[in-house]
């Protein structure tokens, strides 16, 4: 303040690049582009080769180590388990690696990881128990490839590969079914091919006043003349329940797996055949009503 007056001091210019300055760095950015450019195609190309490289030397690794487990005897989806495994693994490494040598600083890459990692464990949380579940699953050995299975759900096909997450079916017309491992580690699981054979159960009615004894000689006859049906185990015919419009029977054999669809068709049809030809009548729901004059 000087004589009454206050005095505001002045702002601060900023030092601003006059044209000179700025036409002198606009020059030598022009000029360093061109290096710039080419060590970045140069990093990107060795980048790509570098992964080309080990991605060919990774299949390498695969198929070396099919090659020994085959020859162990190792079992099939153990096989495909362990070759997913390997390949996601290897894959991540080869990554890792090339971020690492291109400069990327590997202690801040654990530290991000690091801190993460419980993120990642509570979004992977399925993929985790799907990776258990498979593990569980070659050591445990509900089932293999090449099974005929059905889960809890009623998804059912022949198993066709057991990898680190999944398990693949193929239904009998030929779709593709996808089952997490963890469901099916964690819940019931029918294997229909464990054993080597399997029995074949055929429903059917007869009329009341169909023979009974005549209609179970003629389809036990069946049983004793298909080649398929296994002759050391029982074969049966038996009333299973008397209904309200029909005497149910069940025919009854056993059968290898290999013949089970085959002979559940051949002999179901043969029955209609069978029946029919004797006159016996295989009768459809009705209602007898009967009126009465009051």
Same mark, same amino acid.
Not at 191 to 201: C, E, V, Y
């Given at each position: 303040?000087?004589n009454?007056?206050?005095?505001?001091?002045?702002?601060e210019?900023?030092?601003?690049?006059?044209?000179?300055?700025?036409?002198r760095?606009?020059?030598?950015?022009?000029?360093?582009?061109?290096?710039?450019?080419?060590?970045l195609?140069?990093?990107?190309l060795?980048?790509?080769?570098?992964f080309?490289?080990g991605?060919?030397?990774i299949?390498?690794?695969?198929?070396l180590?099919?090659?020994y487990?085959?020859?162990?005897?190792?079992?099939v989806g153990?096989?495909q388990?362990?070759?997913?495994?390997?390949?996601?693994?290897?894959? $991540?490494?080869l990554?890792?690696?090339?971020? /690492?040598?291109?400069?990327?600083? %590997?202690? @801040?890459? +654990?530290? *991000?990881?690091?801190?993460a990692?419980?993120?990642?464990?509570?979004?992977?949380?399925?993929?985790?128990?799907?990776?258990?579940?498979?593990?569980?699953?070659?050591?445990?050995?509900?089932?293999?490839?090449g099974?005929y299975?059905?889960?809890?759900?009623?998804?059912d096909g022949?198993?066709?590969?057991?990898?680190i997450f999944?398990?693949?079916?193929?239904?009998?017309?030929?779709?593709?079914v996808?089952?997490?491992?963890g469901?099916?580690?964690?819940?019931?699981?029918?294997?229909?091919?464990?054993?080597?054979?399997?029995?074949l159960?055929?429903?059917?009615?007869?009329?009341?006043s169909?023979?009974?004894?005549?209609?179970?000689e003629?389809?036990?006859?069946?049983?004793?003349?298909?080649?398929? $049906?296994l002759?050391?185990?029982?074969?049966? /015919?038996?009333?299973?329940?008397? %209904?309200d @419009?029909s +005497?149910n *029977?069940?025919v009854?054999?056993?059968?290898?797996?290999?013949?089970?669809w085959?002979?559940?068709w051949?002999?179901?049809?043969?029955?209609?055949?069978?029946l029919?030809?004797n006159?016996?009548?295989?009768?459809?729901?009705q209602?007898?009503?009967?009126?009465?004059?009051?």
């Amino acid at each position: 303040m000087r004589n009454g007056w206050v005095w505001l001091a002045e702002p601060e210019v900023a030092n601003i690049p006059d044209i000179k300055t700025i036409s002198r760095m606009l020059q030598e950015f022009w000029q360093s582009l061109p290096a710039k450019v080419f060590s970045l195609v140069v990093r990107i190309l060795l980048i790509v080769v570098i992964f080309f490289i080990g991605v060919q030397l990774i299949k390498l690794l695969r198929t070396l180590l099919k090659k020994y487990m085959k020859k162990v005897d190792a079992d099939v989806g153990a096989i495909q388990f362990v070759d997913s495994f390997v390949s996601a693994s290897l894959h $991540v490494v080869l990554i890792f690696t090339i971020a /690492v040598s291109f400069g990327v600083d %590997a202690a @801040s890459i +654990v530290a *991000l990881l690091g801190s993460a990692g419980v993120a990642i464990g509570l979004a992977l949380q399925g993929g985790l128990s799907n990776l258990v579940g498979g593990l569980l699953i070659l050591l445990l050995k509900p089932f293999k490839v090449g099974d005929y299975i059905m889960d809890n759900e009623g998804h059912d096909g022949t198993v066709d590969k057991i990898q680190i997450f999944y398990t693949t079916l193929l239904t009998p017309d030929n779709k593709t079914v996808v089952l997490p491992n963890g469901n099916l580690a964690n819940n019931p699981v029918t294997n229909f091919t464990s054993a080597q054979i399997r029995r074949l159960d055929v429903s059917l009615s007869i009329s009341y006043s169909s023979d009974i004894r005549k209609a179970k000689e003629v389809l036990l006859e069946i049983l004793e003349e298909d080649e398929a $049906v296994l002759k050391d185990h029982d074969r049966l /015919v038996v009333v299973d329940a008397l %209904a309200d @419009s029909s +005497v149910n *029977l069940i025919v009854r054999c056993w059968l290898a797996n290999e013949d089970y669809w085959p002979g559940k068709w051949r002999i179901t049809e043969r029955c209609k055949y069978v029946l029919d030809e004797n006159g016996i009548e295989i009768p459809f729901p009705q209602m007898d009503v009967h009126m009465k004059r009051p």
